[in-house]
Nanobody
């Protein structure tokens, strides 16, 4: 059974940091592109960051320079280091895996095959 399990969310003040983790199991994700998406109340799910199997990274403009995506293929784990957090970063954060081999990681949630249950991140002002 394929599973993605996020952890590390919580409540933090503006300017603070959090590190999200996503533990994958059930298959090898080493050759999958992995991504983080988020969804705030009343809004559509949006792309945050993605990392190719080779390690290339891509970010939404809103988080560029503040968030860092990384992966440890030996541990089948994806990370998202979030610094300088803002109230507008408040959302449920989801990790996802795309098993289709692409030239570049997709920014579209529809292209991701596996999803975690999400972890809440709340940034207070």
């Amino acid at each position: 059974q394929v599973q993605l399990v996020e952890s590390g969310g919580g409540l933090v003040q503006a300017g603070g940091s959090l590190r999200l983790s996503c533990a994958a199991s059930g298959r090898t994700f080493s050759y999958d592109a992995m991504g983080w998406f988020r969804q705030a109340p009343g809004k559509e799910r949006e792309f945050v960051a993605a990392i190719a199997w080779s390690g290339g990274t891509f970010y939404a403009d809103s988080v560029k320079g503040r968030f860092t995506i990384s992966r440890d293929n030996a541990k089948n784990t994806l990370y998202l280091q979030m610094n300088s957090l803002k109230p507008e970063d408040t959302a449920v954060y989801y990790c996802a895996a795309d098993r289709t081999v692409r030239a570049l990681p997709s920014l579209r949630s529809l292209n991701y095959d596996y999803w975690g249950q999400g972890t809440q991140v709340t940034v207070s002002s």
